[in-house]
């Protein structure tokens, strides 16, 4: 399946791009999802280590599921206030 | 359930200055006797570093999401009468106010506690992230938790 | 020395509505990434006993005094950029604000702290009292620590 | 030596004024001004252990000298904010 992700603050600015589209098994989890992101822009590896990925709005662990159609956002840890 | 019981809470995010005096009224009653308000400005000094300015940048939808989340959380922990949280987005100037937190309670302990929740939670989970314009012309994302090198822009 | 180590501090007593969003700007400045402003508003339940407005006496020079002691007290404290204490005094209705604290430090934790310190200790040693007006008619001078009667007015 | 204090609040309530002159010896305490009080407007007992005596704007403990001239004033417990 195909999944969009957005990009947020210095991950888009080192990708370039506000959204990317991944290639994903159709079991995906967010741990995949990481390692497909990352092989495919390669120039988001300096923050991979601390890049934080939002599945539908929440907060979501490298063991939880990515289902088609979810909306899927990886940025570096918040810095507002 | 009259006005009094039920916790008023409202978050908003914007590109314009922020009406604190506003906020501070919507969460002003009788039920209350305290009202706590927090603003966050934009300091000219971190670090020892100058800065000339700041760029806000969100994840809208979930940011929202995420302020509405916290006052449904204080309002949990603490007998909230109203809140507001309001996060400027976009460029901002030496003093300009980036955030506002309004809140209000029946006793000022608790007032001051839900306040200080609402803004120290508010850095560590809502999708929003800054930008430095440092005075020598570079500029930086501020990353907590997070080594990288300064990009000249 | 700059106005940036400077900490401008500044009390008043009045007899009319206190401006709060004015003292807020007051304390703003380039120097404070943190604004806490708190205000006292009267309340109408003490106890589940009604009110309908409070009725408050100060001892003028000493209050001032004293509050102006307050916000030196805690500049020493924590760096206070700005910091201003307003009591207002005579006849409030319910809403009413009645005290406002505002001040400002490079950072929130201290902001809060001398917020805090600064109205907790102002209901510690302002010669200011208030008195109830209970939605019954009597009334009441508030002291704490002394047992006294309600009087019937 | 004759001081005048100042009533406030529930204390000026109880005396019905808002000031008093009192005789007092020259070399009288704060202590010794409470008794003065107390004895010569007795509807002030029922808060005198409470009431706080101010010398010149400061709080006076029992054991302060109040000398003449100065600026005294009898009041209960603050209840401001």
Same mark, same amino acid.
């Given at each position: 399946?195909?999944?969009?992700?957005?990009?947020?603050?210095?991950?888009?600015?080192?990708?370039?791009?506000?959204s990317?589209?991944?290639? @994903?098994?159709e079991?995906? *989890?967010?741990?995949?999802?990481?390692?497909?992101?990352?092989?495919?822009?390669? #120039?988001? &590896?300096?923050?991979?280590?601390? @890049?934080?990925?939002?599945?539908?709005?929440?907060? $979501?662990?490298?063991?939880?599921?990515?289902?088609?159609?979810?909306?899927?956002?990886?940025?570096?840890?918040?810095?507002?206030? | 359930?009259?006005? &009094?019981?039920?916790?008023? @809470?409202?978050?908003?995010?914007?590109?314009?200055?922020?009406?604190? !005096? !506003?906020? *501070?009224?919507?969460?002003?009653?009788?039920?209350?006797?305290?009202?706590?308000?927090?603003?966050? +400005?934009? #300091?000219?000094?971190?670090?020892? #570093?100058?800065?000339v300015?700041?760029?806000?940048?969100?994840?809208?939808?979930?940011?929202?999401a995420?302020?509405?989340?916290?006052?449904?959380? $204080?309002?949990?922990? %603490?007998?909230v009468?109203?809140?507001?949280?309001?996060?400027? @987005?976009?460029?901002?100037?030496?003093?300009?106010?980036?955030?506002?937190?309004?809140v209000?309670?029946?006793?000022?302990k608790? $007032?001051?506690?839900?306040?200080?929740?609402?803004?120290?939670?508010?850095?560590?989970?809502?999708?929003? %992230?800054?930008?430095?314009? %440092? !005075?020598?012309?570079? +500029?930086? %994302?501020?990353?907590?938790?997070?080594?990288? &090198?300064?990009?000249?822009?």
């Open positions: 399946m195909t999944v969009t992700v957005q990009l947020f603050a210095r991950a888009r600015d080192l990708a370039g791009t506000s990317l589209e991944l290639d @994903l098994s079991a995906a *989890t967010v741990g995949e999802l990481r390692e497909v992101l990352i092989s495919q822009e390669p #120039r988001l &590896t300096p923050i991979a280590r601390t @890049l934080l990925v939002a599945v539908d709005g929440e907060y $979501a662990a490298n063991d939880a599921p990515v289902r088609e159609g979810a909306e899927v956002a990886c940025f570096p840890p918040v810095s507002g206030g | 359930m009259s006005e &009094t019981n039920q916790a008023r @809470l409202h978050v908003e995010l914007t590109d314009g200055p922020i009406d604190f !005096a !506003a906020l *501070t009224e919507e969460v002003r009653s009788p039920a209350a006797g305290a009202v706590v308000l927090f603003l966050g +400005t934009v #300091r000219e000094l971190t670090n020892g #570093r100058r800065t300015a700041l760029d806000y940048e969100g994840y809208p939808e979930m940011a929202k995420k302020m509405l989340e916290l006052c449904r959380g $204080a309002a949990e922990k %603490w007998p009468v109203g809140a507001r949280v309001v996060h400027r @987005l976009g460029h901002l100037e030496l003093g300009d106010v980036s955030v506002a937190v309004a209000s309670c029946p006793h000022r608790d $007032a001051f506690e839900a306040g200080r929740f609402l803004i120290d939670r508010l850095k560590e989970i809502v999708p929003i %992230w800054k930008k430095e314009n %440092w !005075a020598d012309g570079s +500029t930086e %994302w501020v990353h907590p938790g997070s080594e990288f &090198t300064t990009e000249l822009s």
